[in-house]
């Protein structure tokens, strides 16, 4: 990949000058009076970002899998039930980090490419008058299809059945790009990290703890010792901290809130329905089942009988020197992903587009080179109400 190169995954992001030169600081004695002030802005910046008023945050050395672990052992029980729907790659492994630590998880199937049916686990929640179910797990963006569910409907859903279980929601490759809102929306404990919406490397799983969570880790007996949610409050870090990386957040934090969280949701929007017009101009469809559940993270493209999407992956970083997502679990080969989150704006995501098909067409697609840029190019044009800058 040439370093001047936009990448085009869902996660790891560009990297803002800005935030490289954050994350690159002199070794800093993190016991000094040096290193609090730094993990106190990242904090009140996350929290800011995640729309938490009342709760914690947590910023473990991780990644996202990390942080579902910290909500799952922090807060629930050997044996304890949780409802959860399987309807793509991160779903599946988040259920299956559940069974691992021996919960017992009621799974709703869906077909790759659906969100999460909410009238589904209205049924079960309802049906559970004993109130059995501890917590309902919500993959809010499904980094592999591209869809982006209802967490608020879900948090209805639970209201309507009088259910008190725990709303968790996994928002990697949501939080800090499009809409979230803990606080308006109940979510009880929201998992993200620093790799994409912040705009960072990988090594943070960041974790909002809402006030019903945090009195659940008073009852909760699964092991767990460095993800221990207790140790990182009161702001003392109970271990060696990547200070760089925490530096980072919170410069990546204030970057956002500079923007502007409107604004950065309206820029992922825009953005993401530039590349959504470009396959149509392709003739091609999304993973998302219905232009409703379409991600404006992350696009994944079905390609036509026979094609196999990795060779696009495989030749626009070969011939191309740019980095699209490949289709993973159900949809391998199936599919291929733009990313457009994080330090993106509608020329670079024009590069990409751009990319994408003459890619396609060295591979012999019948894609019209120009076809898709000429698409995007209209809505970019016609849909900026005011100059809206990429994070810097």
């Given at each position: 990949?040439h370093?001047l190169n936009?990448i085009f995954l869902p996660?790891p ?7 490289r030169?954050a ?8 016991r ?9 802005s ?11 008023s009342?709760g ?12 579902w672990?910290a909500?799952v ?6 044996g304890?039930k ?20 021996g919960?017992?998880?009621e799974?709703v199937?869906r ?5 999460v ?8 929640l309802?049906?559970?008058?004993g109130?059995?179910i501890?917590?309902?797990l ?17 948090r ?13 929601v ?6 800090g ?12 404990l ?6 994409k919406?912040f705009?960072l ?13 945090l ?9 767990r ?14 271990y060696?901290?990547p ?11 204030g970057?956002?809130?500079e923007?502007?969280m409107?604004?950065?949701r ?15 101009a ?9 232009p409703?559940?379409?991600s ?5 493209i079905?390609?036509?009988d ?7 992956v495989?030749h ?7 980095a ?9 080969d199936k599919?291929f992903r733009?990313g457009h ?12 587009i751009a990319?994408a098909e003459m890619?396609?067409?060295d ?7 120009g ?6 190019q209209?809505h970019?044009?016609n849909?900026?109400?005011?100059p809206v800058?990429a994070a810097?």
């Amino acid at each position: 990949m040439h370093a001047l190169n936009p990448i085009f995954l869902p996660g790891p992001t560009n990297l803002p000058e800005a935030l490289r030169r954050a994350c690159d600081i002199p070794t800093m004695d993190h016991r000094s009076a040096a290193f609090g002030p730094i993990l106190a802005s990242a904090m009140a910046g996350v929290k800011q970002v995640l729309g938490l008023s009342e709760g914690e945050v947590a910023i473990f050395p991780a990644t996202g899998t990390g942080g579902w672990e910290a909500a799952v052992t922090n807060t629930l029980r050997p044996g304890d039930k949780v409802l959860a729907a399987r309807h793509g790659m991160f779903s599946r492994k988040w259920i299956d980090l559940c069974q691992r630590h021996g919960l017992d998880v009621e799974i709703v199937e869906r077909p790759w490419g659906e969100g999460v049916p909410v009238e589904a686990f209205a049924a079960a929640l309802a049906a559970d008058t004993g109130h059995r179910i501890r917590a309902v797990l919500v993959t809010h963006n499904e980094t592999a299809t591209g869809v982006t569910s209802d967490v608020a409907a879900v948090r209805a859903a639970m209201t309507a059945a009088g259910h008190p279980a725990l709303l968790m929601v996994d928002g990697v490759s949501s939080i800090g790009s499009i809409d979230f809102r803990m606080d308006a929306w109940g979510v009880d404990l929201a998992v993200t990290g620093s790799q994409k919406g912040f705009m960072l490397p990988a090594g943070l799983a960041i974790v909002g703890i809402g006030p019903k969570a945090l009195a659940a880790m008073e009852t909760s007996g699964l092991p767990r010792c460095f993800f221990d949610i207790r140790d990182m409050l009161g702001g003392n870090y109970p271990y060696t901290p990547p200070v760089g990386l925490i530096n980072g957040l919170a410069v990546s934090t204030g970057l956002l809130l500079e923007e502007g969280m409107e604004a950065v949701r309206a820029r992922h929007h825009r953005i993401a329905e530039g590349v959504r017009r470009a396959v149509a101009a392709w003739g091609m469809t999304t993973c998302a089942a219905r232009p409703e559940l379409c991600s404006d993270t992350v696009t994944a493209i079905v390609t036509p009988d026979g094609v196999d999407a990795g060779r696009i992956v495989r030749h626009a970083a070969e011939a191309y020197g740019v980095a699209f997502g490949g289709g993973l679990g159900e949809v391998a080969d199936k599919v291929f992903r733009i990313g457009h989150l994080g330090l993106m704006s509608d020329v670079m995501a024009l590069s990409g587009i751009a990319t994408a098909e003459m890619a396609m067409t060295d591979l012999g697609l019948p894609v019209r080179l120009g076809s898709g840029v000429a698409a995007a190019q209209e809505h970019y044009r016609n849909s900026r109400t005011a100059p809206v800058r990429a994070a810097a």
